[in-house]
């Protein structure tokens, strides 16, 4: 947690009961059971409406397909050129069939617009789409 450990927190105890004192030590307990009842409701709150949030209980198998490892993105790419390269009737893909059916880049129009270009007086040049 904090690289507290069990000892540690016993050598904070005693130190904090020399601190306090027979006399105010009792009251100083009584507040930090009240601090963590206040945290363990808090954290009940939240599991609750957590649970309202999803819409109940999810079972194991649920959990296991939200889970974000399976999302790994060469899993992804993988699983993404498998389901191209399956034809659909069942028979194995023809690579030349494939490559001349593709459309050629000069005709995929790109995403990103370009930058205009500019002449050497800094006035933007007309460029064909």
Avoid: C, N, Q
Avoid at 4 to 17: M, P
Avoid at 94 to 114: F, K, L, M, Q, W
């Amino acid at each position: 947690m904090f690289g507290l450990s069990l000892e540690k927190l016993v050598v904070l105890a005693l130190i904090a009961a020399l601190v306090l004192g027979p006399h105010r030590l009792p009251h100083y307990a009584h507040r930090l059971g009240e601090l963590v009842r206040s945290l363990r409701d808090l954290l009940d709150v939240a599991r609750d409406s957590a649970r309202a949030e999803i819409g109940g209980e999810l079972s194991l198998d649920e959990w296991r397909r939200l889970d974000p490892r399976r999302y790994h993105p060469r899993s992804l790419v993988r699983e993404a050129l498998a389901d191209d390269t399956a034809p659909a009737g069942g028979t194995p893909a023809d690579p030349h069939t494939s490559r001349e059916s593709a459309t050629p880049p000069d005709a995929i129009a790109p995403s990103v617009p370009r930058r205009p270009r500019y002449d050497s007086a800094g006035r933007a040049l007309r460029t064909p789409l």
